[in-house]
């Protein structure tokens, strides 16, 4: 279980807290998808959590350990697919396992293995710049499944992506959740793309971020099931959650203190 307990946090800008009061839990095989506006501290709150940035008050941690930097248990794919341009997507995707000094024919094999998970199974020798901005995501997300993690922190992964590779991504993201187990904290600026496939969605208020709903839904796996993401968003339940979610990112900030 990751764990943000009563967490608060303060760039030292002079500016409000961007977080105050913070308590959030991701436990594995739960999907959380974080939506609110732009400057509400989503990527802040993320970050803590991959331990990249530490909170002014409060605690992070997973199964009781605090959260002390950036660790295994944890892959961050970024919107940027920040892959290495000098390498193949095999050695792209086996990285991880180079610095952890496993050998060259057993993290060639494990790369292998995942391109496959990811559905590139003949991609491995192509260069970076020969493959689309979808398969790149797919290999950055094979990279991000290399070290098992055991949470997968998504900050807009699918943001740069056209619309139909997107949809096509959100169903593949969703298949890789379930078919590693690891929890899922996702960051993204479409209500649709959290409400398709998170079982929770987070909003964020801005000055200072705070939760103000967390609220459980189903669609996602129910897409997982096989109800084409088109038929969920037609349906009544999904236009009244989107509707729900749309008006608490917009109130005005006034009405966020409440
Ligand atoms: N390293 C930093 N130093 C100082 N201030 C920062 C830093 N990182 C973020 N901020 C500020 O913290 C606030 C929240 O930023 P953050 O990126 O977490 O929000 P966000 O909700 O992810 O925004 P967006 O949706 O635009 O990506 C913003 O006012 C931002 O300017």
């Known amino acids: 279980m990751l764990t943000l307990s009563n967490i608060g946090l303060d760039y030292a800008t002079g500016g409000l807290p961007v977080l105050s009061g913070i308590n959030l839990s991701l436990a594995k095989g739960e999907f959380v998808a974080i939506i609110g506006r732009s ?36 892959a961050v794919v970024f919107q940027d697919d920040a892959l290495y341009p000098w390498l193949d997507a095999r050695e792209n995707v086996a990285f991880p396992l180079k610095l952890r000094g496993i050998s060259h024919k057993v993290r060639a094999a494990a790369a292998d293995t995942l391109l496959d998970l990811v559905g590139l199974p003949d991609a491995g020798h192509r260069k970076i710049w020969e493959l689309s901005g979808g398969m790149r995501q797919r ?3 094979a990279r991000a499944l ?24 959100q169903s593949f993201l969703l298949d890789m959740w379930s078919r590693t187990g690891t929890g899922a904290m996702l960051i993204t600026h479409s209500i649709d793309e959290a409400l398709s496939l998170a079982t929770r969605v987070v909003v964020l208020a ?51 203190a409440a």
């Open 146 to 169: 290399a070290s098992e993690p055991q949470f997968l922190l998504l900050d807009e992964p699918l943001g740069a992506l056209d619309a139909l590779t997107r949809t096509n991504m």
């Open 39 to 74: 400057g509400s501290g989503k990527t802040s709150l993320l970050n803590i959590a991959a331990g990249f940035v530490q909170p002014t008050s409060g605690i992070a941690s997973i199964d009781g350990r605090p959260i002390t930097g950036p660790g295994r248990d944890r």
């Open 206 to 256: 801005p000055s200072p971020g705070r939760i103000i709903a967390d609220i459980p839904v189903d669609f996602g796996r129910r897409h997982l099931a096989g109800t084409p993401l088109a038929a969920l968003q037609s349906e009544n339940a999904f236009k009244a959650a989107h509707a729900r979610l749309t008006a608490l990112i917009q109130q005005p900030a006034a009405e966020f």
């Open 139 to 141: 290999i950055g997300i």
